[in-house]
């Protein structure tokens, strides 16, 4: 989870701090958390791709708190791709 969390604040900007740290923890657990509901159940954080996934979806947690703004473009892709994969690798139940 530490990668994740260094992923992450390099992402935001915000590598010179600890002050955010549990929070970024948070939002990557959320972030997590809702991709298994988008249907990805198989979500390996040690594979490149789903790390990258969950950084992104946390940043844009993040993000939006302040913008209120809808998923972006390439987020919604990716999730679309990774469910889609899942289902193409195991079936669908």
Known sequence: METLL????VDLGIRQTTAYDARL???????????????VES?????P????????YAAWLWRRRDEMTGMPRM????LNNRAFSEVATHGEG
């Open 75 to 78: 987020l919604r892709l990716a």
């Open 43 to 47: 979500l390996n954080i040690g594979n």
């Open 49 to 56: 791709e789903d790390a990258q996934l969950v950084v992104m």
């Open 25 to 39: 923890d948070q939002l990557l657990t959320a972030a997590q958390a809702a991709i298994a509901r988008e249907g």
């Open 6 to 9: 260094n992923m992450l604040k």
